[in-house]
């Protein structure tokens, strides 16, 4: 699987963004997908993450506040961002790894295919 980030941007505090990852491959619906992102001099972290069933899990800094979805038969999951806080300024990545149904993937490790990263920046 080929992942494809877009979607960042420069924007101020408690604007939107919508982050798309484009994927290659007929396989596309095995997958469950993540989101993270990384900051400069920080690790990469859990932002949000999606099964094949479409439930979803959000770490805590950004619940209420991001929305992820899928759509399967475009191959791609989209990261709704609303009320953007200037520390959410990071790369934010996709990611894909195989799943059953319903399983939620939160960790790093588990990911097998990254995307290239697209650039958020939130200014105050």
């Known amino acids: 699987v080929q992942l494809q980030a877009s979607g960042g941007g420069l924007v101020q505090a408690g604007e939107s963004l919508r982050l798309s990852c484009a994927a290659s491959?007929?396989?596309?619906?095995?997958?469950?997908m993540g989101w993270f992102r990384q900051a400069p001099g920080k690790e990469r972290e859990f932002v949000a993450a999606?099964?094949?069933?479409?439930?979803?899990d959000y770490a805590d800094s950004v619940k209420s506040r991001f929305t992820a979805s899928r759509d399967n038969a475009r191959t791609a999951v989209y990261l709704q961002m609303n009320s953007l806080k200037p520390e959410d300024t990071a790369v934010y990545y996709c990611?894909?790894?195989?799943?059953?149904?319903?399983?939620?993937?939160?960790?790093?490790?588990?990911?097998?295919?990254w995307g290239q990263g697209t650039q958020v920046t939130v200014s105050s």
């Open positions: 990611a894909a790894a195989r799943s059953s149904w319903s399983t939620i993937i939160t960790s790093k490790y588990e990911y097998e295919y």
């Open positions: 491959g007929r396989t596309f619906s095995r997958y469950g």
């Open positions: 999606i099964s094949l069933s479409g439930r979803t």
